[in-house]
């Protein structure tokens, strides 16, 4: 409920600001509200193509990270999976069976 009230006030204040803006646009000469107009949207696309660029830069560097986290994980598991079925063949002799459902409990907490 405090979510929709908040955005309910800023949905009106934006509109607020808008109208008073081109209201305050009609009143001047022409010349001055086409200055102030343009100045205007260069100072909001800037604004928003740098707040846009700062979302996906962070975004690539969580990916990344993640990407990192994954790897020696997934590099740790291919050891413990080939030495399993490497040495299967020895334990056989023996009679021991490798257990990989427990190697991936464990492997499954780390994701």
């Known amino acids: ?6 955005f309910t006030l800023l949905a009106v204040a934006i509109l607020w600001v808008g109208y008073t803006f081109f209201k305050y646009i009609s009143a ?19 604004t928003l193509t740098i707040m846009i660029g700062r979302y996906f830069e962070r975004k690539k560097e969580l990916d990344a990270l993640y990407r990192d986290k994954k790897t020696e994980i997934y590099d740790e ?5 080939f030495s399993i079925f490497f040495n299967t063949a020895e334990i056989k002799g023996i009679g021991v069976k490798p257990c990989i459902v427990i190697y991936e409990r464990y492997s499954q907490i780390k994701f």
Do not use: S
Not at 1 to 6: D, K
Not at 31 to 46: D, K, P, Q, R, Y
């Open 1 to 6: 409920m405090l979510g929709l009230t908040i």
């Open 77 to 81: 598991f291919l050891k413990e999976f």
């Open 28 to 46: 001047i000469p022409k010349e001055l509200g086409a200055a102030l107009i343009a100045a205007a949207a260069t100072t909001i696309v800037a």
